[in-house]
């Protein structure tokens, strides 16, 4: 699937993410959530597949809903820079709200994330990655659930893009250039 100049190295493989993301919805259903359905937030596109299996654990009633980003920048690199492509079609003020994210690297992107929702009234608001890039971090953002703590790779695979492809692997690779 990779073309000559790139490369795919194996790295959480899908055995492996689906029985993490067990675990995660798991956790997230104990946490719970008050009155209201539980308003599950995907942030595509990066986070679809993740989304997807993430919330067939969540045992709660949930409203499923759908946020675009897109960051400007390289196609390895976040400028922090975040255009929003598709915007929420529910009103979340005083709503429980469980961002779900694919990857949080240098924290810009959810450090923005963060602040137009809670802008908007929440009674909550947490996030769930299933990656974490420590290495990079140039902002603290709150991450409640990580799926995994990775390195400081480029990765794709499982909904993670680059320049459009990959992201129909059904595992997590990194990419090698040349
Ligand atoms: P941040 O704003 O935290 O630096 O980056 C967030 C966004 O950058 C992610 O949602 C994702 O689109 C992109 N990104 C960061 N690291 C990676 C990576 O290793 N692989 C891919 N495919 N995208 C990444």
Redesign the pocket.
């Known amino acids: 699937m990779a073309t000559a100049t790139e490369t795919i190295d194996p790295y959480l493989g899908a055995a492996q993410i689906a029985a993490r993301i067990a675990e995660l919805g798991r956790t997230i259903s104990e946490v719970g959530a008050g009155p209201a359905p539980l308003v599950v937030v995907c942030?595509l596109k990066?986070s679809f597949m993740f989304f997807a299996d993430l919330v067939r654990h969540i045992d709660l009633p949930t409203n499923l809903v759908f946020l675009g980003v897109s960051?400007y920048g390289g196609a390895?690199e976040?400028s922090?820079a975040v255009r929003l492509t598709h915007d929420l079609t529910l009103d979340i003020r005083d709503r429980d709200v469980l961002i779900v994210?694919?990857?949080?690297?240098?924290?810009?992107?959810?450090s923005y994330l963060l602040d137009i929702l809670r802008a908007r009234g929440p009674r909550s608001l947490r996030v769930c990655t299933l990656l974490h890039?420590p290495a990079?971090k140039r902002i603290d953002v709150q991450l409640d659930h990580v799926g995994f703590t990775i390195d400081d790779?480029?990765?794709?695979g499982y909904g993670?893009?680059?320049d459009e492809r990959y992201r129909n692997v059904p595992y997590i690779g990194v990419m090698r250039f040349g």
């Open positions: 942030v990066g960051s390895t976040s922090g994210e694919d990857i949080v690297d240098t924290g810009l992107t959810m890039k990079r790779v480029f990765v794709v993670l893009d680059y």
